[in-house]
């Protein structure tokens, strides 16, 4: 079975930081790409950043780009969301997810396997 666990999430003062984790169990996506989506309340489901299966390529939405940096260790099958110069519109739950391909996409669905989430709060 398939399961994808994010981690470090919390509270942090605007201008801080937040390292997020994501580690897959059940087979190994060393070959797919990885990415981040972040859901505030009552607000749709957004594109944070994807990375491509060498991280060779990587995606950021243009509002955290220059803030953020995703990162992966295959060996781990973990995916990794450095999060700095945190705002308070940057408060979600966010969640990782698998790509269908390797190289990475801003559309939601084309990812296949999806974590349960973890809660971003970023006070001002």
């Known amino acids: 079975q398939v399961r994808l666990v994010e981690s470090g999430g919390g509270l942090v003062q605007a201008g801080g930081s937040l390292r997020l984790s994501c580690t897959a169990s059940?087979?190994?996506?060393?070959?797919?790409?990885m990415g981040w989506f972040r859901q505030a309340p009552g607000k749709d489901r957004e594109f944070v950043a994807a990375?491509?299966?060498?991280?060779?390529?990587?995606n950021y939405a243009d509002s955290v780009k220059g803030r953020f940096t995703i990162t992966r260790d295959n060996a781990k099958n973990t995916v990794y969301l450095q999060m700095n110069d945190l705002k308070p519109e940057d408060t979600a739950v966010y969640y990782c997810?698998?790509?269908?391909?390797?190289?990475?996409?801003?559309?939601?669905?084309?990812?296949?396997?999806w974590g349960q989430g973890t809660q971003v709060t970023v006070s001002s």
């Open positions: 990375i491509s299966w060498n991280e060779v390529m990587t």
């Open positions: 059940g087979r190994t996506f060393s070959d797919y790409a």
């Open positions: 997810a698998v790509d269908d391909s390797p190289y990475g996409t801003r559309h939601p669905g084309e990812y296949k396997y």
